[in-house]
């Protein structure tokens, strides 16, 4: 079998174990919005460096963004990434409430989007924990407006320094089975991807 399609095996897989996670994220979402939301994965891919920007389709559009981390030697990064008003309206569905006109952000319309990312990163950590037999451990989410290419580039930096390709599993909302300029972005550090690929080579 070819480099080639070894690797495309490994990410095959890869996406089928991804997939069960974000499964089990979708149905704690679904209960979190009251069957508002779902999620699906859209793609996970390994991309050069140099084209992970170009590839995931960000620009220079300012995003409201929820990132949190995980904690310890398997590391990674989750970021969720909404437009405006799109965020907007998903704080305001949770809290019950007209959405608001532009300006800034309350504390809890902050509140409500971090919470979310939260319940999110718990739901798909447990899902991986139980895959790869190892404690993957959030850490608390924030919020941020910032340009989402820098935001990924920064998150990016830890794979950098493993090597010159990156994977990256982007997530996809959906309201009533109608796609949302929503994504969740995760980039599992070089060490979460071995465990991950282990777990794999072990489960066949």
């Given at each position: 079998m070819?480099?080639?399609?070894?690797?495309?095996?490994?990410?095959?897989?890869?996406?089928?174990?991804l997939a069960?996670?974000?499964?089990?994220?979708?149905?704690?979402?679904?209960?979190?919005?009251?069957?508002?939301?779902?999620?699906?994965?859209?793609?996970?891919?390994?991309?050069?460096?140099?084209?992970?920007?170009r590839?995931?389709?960000?620009?220079?559009?300012?995003?409201?963004?929820?990132?949190?981390?995980?904690e310890?030697?398997?590391?990674?990064?989750?970021?969720?990434t909404?437009?405006?008003?799109?965020?907007?309206?998903?704080?305001?569905?949770?809290?019950?409430?007209?959405?608001?006109?532009?300006?800034?952000?309350?504390?809890?319309?902050?509140?409500?989007?971090?919470?979310?990312?939260?319940?999110?990163?718990?739901?798909?950590?447990?899902?991986?924990?139980?895959?790869?037999?190892?404690d993957?451990?959030?850490?608390?989410?924030?919020?941020?407006?910032?340009?989402?290419?820098s935001?990924?580039?920064?998150?990016?930096?830890?794979?950098a320094?493993?090597?010159?390709?990156?994977?990256?599993?982007?997530?996809?909302?959906?309201?009533?089975?109608?796609?949302?300029?929503?994504?969740?972005?995760?980039?599992?550090?070089?060490?979460?991807?071995?465990a991950?690929?282990?777990?794999?080579?072990?489960?066949?």
């Amino acid at each position: 079998m070819s480099a080639t399609s070894v690797q495309s095996e490994k990410l095959k897989v890869l996406h089928d174990l991804l997939a069960a996670a974000t499964h089990e994220a979708s149905a704690t979402m679904s209960r979190w919005t009251n069957g508002l939301i779902s999620l699906s994965l859209d793609e996970v891919r390994e991309l050069p460096l140099e084209e992970v920007i170009r590839g995931l389709e960000l620009d220079d559009q300012l995003l409201i963004m929820v990132i949190l981390s995980l904690e310890g030697p398997l590391g990674g990064e989750m970021i969720l990434t909404f437009d405006e008003q799109n965020a907007r309206q998903l704080a305001a569905s949770l809290l019950n409430r007209p959405v608001p006109p532009e300006g800034e952000w309350t504390e809890l319309e902050k509140s409500a989007l971090t919470e979310t990312g939260n319940i999110l990163a718990c739901a798909y950590m447990s899902a991986l924990s139980r895959l790869i037999g190892e404690d993957l451990m959030p850490t608390a989410p924030y919020f941020l407006q910032d340009y989402g290419a820098s935001v990924i580039q920064q998150a990016l930096l830890p794979q950098a320094m493993a090597g010159d390709h990156v994977l990256v599993c982007r997530t996809g909302f959906h309201r009533h089975g109608q796609e949302l300029n929503w994504r969740v972005l995760f980039v599992p550090h070089h060490a979460l991807r071995e465990a991950m690929e282990k777990a794999i080579r072990a489960s066949a």
